[in-house]
């Protein structure tokens, strides 16, 4: 049997730049995934978006660092992953919203985030032929941005197989055998595996995995319908978030991405469950019609493509991440509560700490957020 | 309007209303209800703009719709000249690098409509229409849509005669006149709503259709789907590939047969199907030249009596051979073939080059199978009939569509009779390929009058058996299968020689003289016109020359033909050998001897997004083999077309990379079908 020091199950968003992260350092990695390559569950459904401008410690340490690994990556590796620091904004129609994303701003404020709020005429310069009847003004974040994540989560592949990590893809794993409180082998329906530390990156399928192990996960996916059209010359800068819910779906939002394409998705309101991933009728006509009326110029431009996705949500929204205490060698990083691909990156880096014991008091204080054993009643205040 | 075809055998050149546009900034004229791009390459416009990636240049590539190789903007917007109807004081500009965000006036928001029916058909081609004529029969409410302006399919753009039985399939009757039967046959029906323009966009996993009718979005939800939507063509990898001059037949044909324009002066063919062999026949019908075909294989695949009539003609049709470049700065100026080996790779030194200025491929086609796989997956009872369901020539599939709407109109209304066993058997008969090729086997009867059969290969057909006044034609075995034979007595009426859709029935009278018959030969290319009293250079089967003959008399096949019977007298030593005359001179295929002025390393697999052969092979060997991951990585099949060519280009890649089958996972495929602007979705059209 196969030994490693870490076998990470799931060759997503978190699994991929966490067996990076790992292989870097020198730790002998294998991950496992049951599909034909990397990325192909809820990664490649991700729009692209990456932002540090959240309202909690833990997801803004995180992001950060996963914004300087997204920002550097073609300096430092060459690979050209469609990084643009295009900016967020989040435009206010009422008064309402103006003080909730102000207060919020605050929070942001003393976390150091660059986050501003900008008049009307401002937004409209940076998203000219938005609509401003009603519009009080938005916040903009220079400093966040987006990256293409087919091409991130490749190159970070590509890099992670050059340190040596190891994959084995169209592998399910079906058992985790347990022995005196710790995973002995991981067992796939083609093979056997043993290592020191297993780590749950499977996104939709975290519970499942806890499951075989006996314990219980709240991770339950809901379903997010996005798409894309033809590509134009650049109109529009930041991404651009309309919280508004209305009835049948919450916040939307797009950018123009890298090849100039926009790239939009909505939150279905209530949530769809489940991991069906075969596109409905109701997308389409629920977000052009928001969209246009938020954004009339978009209404010429043409829709390549829908699909959907989900989003491996928790009950408070954040992630789980951290040591497991009826396992002794499991870490789990799962929930990600569709942050997966922005939180990635940087979780990576986090996690390979653990991994190594090298967590430092901020990074410890930034896992708290997402300490696998609190108690779920909080609820975060700016997804 | 150099480019327009002023006159044709088959076609009717009727006067149409000059439409003014301008291109670029320059004032043309195009023609009513004509598609930009047919308006545009009537001009002698070839090149439609320029790629954002690379800068290559873009121009038609399927003229159906469904990639975005011909787009243009229109009045500021973004639009696909093949689908875009010329409008007066139009705009028309090329596209050059990345378009800018088309500007709007005041957007609408409403509902969007949707609608219920029992049967819902996608395509109103031979297959969709036959089984809408049978839905009509039995009074089920049924929705047939179709993304063109006028029913029929490709029988559109058909001016040959067809194949099959006359009984069941038209056989006889040329295939633009078939469409034109059945699209008036379902107007009879009230319970059969017909939706042209219509292009159906996904079948959701909620069981609602989304279709994109008269630019108008509505959902349908139907009991029973029929997929009719026919097949795409298949692309081939080669250098220079995405030259603009290089398409396919179908886009060919559209703009030959549908709009009569004339695309090009020198055609080069490749492939030897029917598709390829008939669209040679149709280039010399429209007066262009066809240069050559070549057809990989040792035979070509299609009809023989196809390929022997384009032999006959004088084009030369090179087997065992294949396309090595196209050549060429922006279009195509010349074509490198060379002959293959059984491995298929070049043989080198047998390479030959010859000017053209159009590269037609006909490499065969894939069924549009994605509605039937979208309805299984939404739960909703799917068939298939026509192309959709399996390649075949249109007879079949107005055969199969016919059994499927009968089985359809069962389903839904049990007291529907049942489907007669002699209709799967014909059926069956009908998808047949070409069977075996048989020797010659002439009469040696030297007096009277009779007919000369050339029809060597079983094919599907039997027309000729069905109009001899006397019944002296018949198959001996399969009655449509069968090759035909003459027994009893012929009266030189001529009927077989103007219906035999092979041209292969010839007349050989030698009641005036028996030293030196009459030969009555079938022609349809009045483009080079025959006159009694020219010297025609007659051949054979094959298209080997028998000696040049003066014509005598030449009759005209008025009902619903157009056949001329080209009569002529030749020593009774070769009169019944010989089956037609060369129209086209010999010069037309010589090869290039001047030096080749451009020429292309890109061997192209993904148009749309600029993906070379190399790029994918690069990744392969470098260990990347699903066809998801390279799509992740090179962005093959995430343009505007939606995966339509490339996914076959880069399955044949792995293959020959060594990725075994049953490993390549399939390419995933997502709404929506064609692209449409978003605005059509928020607005269901109401006020």
Request: net charge neutral; hydrophobic share 40%; charged share 25%.
């Amino acid at each position: 049997m196969k030994t490693f020091d870490v076998i990470i199950i799931g060759a997503g968003s978190v699994g991929v730049p966490l067996a990076l992260s790992l292989a870097e350092r020198k730790q002998k990695v294998l991950v496992i995934d049951a599909c034909a390559s990397v990325g192909q569950e809820n990664n490649k459904k991700a729009i692209g978006g990456i932002r540090a401008t959240h309202s909690d410690f833990g997801k803004i340490k995180v992001s950060q660092k996963s914004i300087e690994i997204f920002s550097t990556w073609q300096e430092k590796y060459g690979d050209d992953i469609g990084w643009m620091a295009n900016g967020y904004s989040f435009p206010a129609y009422t008064e309402a919203d103006e003080t909730k994303l102000k207060n919020l701003m605050k929070i942001q404020h003393s976390f150091g985030l660059n986050i501003e709020w900008i008049s009307p005429e401002e937004y409209e310069k940076l998203v000219p032929g938005i609509c401003v009847e009603n519009l009080q003004g938005a916040t903009y974040s220079p400093n966040d941005g987006s990256a293409s994540p087919l091409l991130a989560i490749n190159a970070f592949y590509q890099k992670s197989l050059e340190f040596g990590a190891e994959y084995k893809f169209k592998e399910k794993v079906v058992d985790l055998k347990i022995v005196n409180g710790e995973i002995s082998q991981v067992i796939t329906d083609k093979s056997e595996y043993s290592a020191k530390i297993v780590v749950n990156a499977a996104g939709n399928n975290a519970k499942e995995i806890g499951e075989l192990m006996g314990i219980n996960l709240p991770v339950i996916p809901d379903s997010h319908e996005g798409a894309i059209t033809e590509p134009v010359e650049r109109f529009f800068e930041p991404m651009v978030v309309d919280m508004r819910p209305i009835k049948g779906s919450a916040n939307y939002y797009f950018y123009q991405n890298n090849e100039g394409q926009v790239i939009f998705c909505i939150t279905p309101s209530p949530p769809i469950f489940g991991t069906d991933s075969d596109s409905t009728s109701t997308f389409l006509p629920q977000v052009a019609k928001r969209m246009v009326q938020l954004f009339p110029k978009l209404a010429n431009l043409k829709v390549r493509r829908t699909w959907r996705g989900q989003y491996p949500m928790t009950p408070d929204g954040f992630p789980i991440v951290g040591k497991s205490r009826e396992i002794s060698n499991l870490i789990n990083a799962v929930g990600m509560c569709g942050q997966g691909y922005m939180l990635g990156p940087g979780l990576g880096e986090l996690i390979a700490k653990i991994v190594l014991n090298e967590l430092s008091e901020d990074d410890k204080k930034a896992l708290k957020s997402f300490d696998p054993y609190r108690d779920f009643t909080g609820m975060e205040a700016f997804k | 309007m150099g480019n327009r075809i002023i006159e044709h055998p088959i076609l009717p050149i009727l006067e149409r209303e000059k439409i003014p546009f301008y291109w670029n900034g320059t004032k043309y004229f195009g023609f009513k209800n004509e598609m930009i791009s047919s308006a545009l390459f009537a001009n002698g416009i070839k090149v439609f703009g320029h790629h954002h990636k690379g800068g290559s240049a873009q121009g038609i590539f399927c003229a159906n719709g469904q990639c975005a190789k011909c787009s243009v903007i229109v009045d500021g917007v973004l639009m696909k000249s093949c689908m875009t109807i010329v409008k007066p004081e139009m705009k028309v500009e090329s596209v050059e690098g990345l378009p800018k965000l088309p500007q709007t006036g005041k957007h609408k928001i409403s509902e969007i409509e949707e609608l219920e029916y029992d049967v819902l058909i996608i395509g109103g081609g031979p297959a969709g229409l036959s089984a809408a004529i049978q839905l009509g029969k039995h009074k089920i409410k049924t929705l047939l849509i179709d993304d063109k302006g006028e029913l029929g399919g490709k029988l559109v753009l058909q001016t040959h005669k067809f194949f099959g039985s006359q009984e069941d399939s038209f056989a006889g009757t040329r295939g633009n006149e078939i469409g034109k039967k059945l699209a008036q046959q379902i107007t009879e029906f009230p319970e059969i709503t017909i939706w042209k323009n219509s292009t159906a966009l996904f079948v959701f996993k909620d069981k609602k259709v989304g279709i994109l009718n008269n630019d108008i979005y509505k959902l349908v939800k139907p009991k029973i789907i029929l997929n009719a939507a026919g097949a795409r063509e298949k692309f081939l990898r080669f250098k220079g590939n995405s030259l603009a001059g290089i398409y396919g037949a179908g886009a060919f044909q559209t703009l030959v047969n549908r709009d009569l324009v004339r695309p090009t002066k020198r055609l080069f063919i490749v492939g030897g199907g029917n598709v390829g062999l008939i669209a040679g026949y149709h280039a010399l019908q429209a007066g262009i030249e066809v240069v050559g075909l070549v057809e990989a294989m040792p035979k070509c695949g299609g009809y023989k009596v196809h390929a022997d009539k384009l032999a006959r003609l004088g084009v030369p049709i090179y087997t065992s051979h294949s396309v090595l470049q196209a050549n060429g700065k922006e279009t195509i100026e010349s074509v490198t073939i060379s002959q293959i080996d059984d491995k298929f790779n070049p043989v080198k030194g047998t390479e030959k080059t010859f000017d053209c200025d159009t590269l037609l491929i006909a490499v065969g086609l894939e069924s549009v199978s994605e509605f039937t796989d979208e309805a299984e997956t939404a739960g909703i009872r799917v068939l298939s009939a026509g192309d959709a369901k399996e390649i075949a020539e249109a007879s079949s599939a107005m055969f199969n569509g016919k059994i499927a709407g009968l089985k359809i109109a069962k389903e839904i209304d049990p007291n529907v009779e049942k489907i007669p066993q002699s209709w799967f058997d014909k059926a069956e008969i009908l998808k047949k390929e070409a069977g075996k090729t048989y020797d010659y086997n002439i009469t040696e009867i030297e007096e009277g009058i009779l007919p000369i059969i050339h029809c060597l290969q079983e094919i599907p057909c039997n027309p000729c058996s069905t109009v001899c006044p006397t019944n002296s034609i018949f198959m001996k075995g399969d009655p449509i299968m069968d090759l035909p034979h003459f027994e009893g007595k012929c009266i030189g009426c001529g009927k077989c020689v103007a219906v035999c859709p092979g041209l292969a029935i010839t007349l050989v009278d030698y009641r005036k003289n028996a030293e030196n018959p009459t030969v009555t030969l079938p022609y349809e290319i009045s483009n080079h016109k025959v006159l009694v009293g020219d010297e025609v250079r007659c051949v054979d089967i094959d298209g080997k020359e028998l000696g040049t003959f003066s014509v005598t008399q030449i009759l005209d096949v008025k009902v619903n033909n157009r056949t001329q019977l080209i009569k002529l007298k030749a020593h009774k030593n070769i009169a019944k050998k010989i089956v037609s005359f060369q129209i086209q001179k010999a010069e037309v295929s010589q090869q290039k001897e001047t030096e080749i002025q451009h020429t292309s390393d890109e061997e192209m697999v993904c148009l749309c997004e600029r993906v070379t052969a190399k790029d994918v092979r690069d990744l392969v060997r470098n260990g990347v083999s699903d066809i998801n991951q390279i799509k992740a990585i090179t962005r093959a099949g995430m343009g505007p077309c939606g995966a339509k060519s490339c996914d076959n280009l880069i399955k044949q890649i792995l293959r020959r990379e060594g990725v075994p089958n049953e490993e390549i996972e399939p390419n995933t495929r997502r709404p929506v079908f064609v692209e449409v602007p978003l605005g059509k979705f928020a607005d269901g059209g109401k006020i």
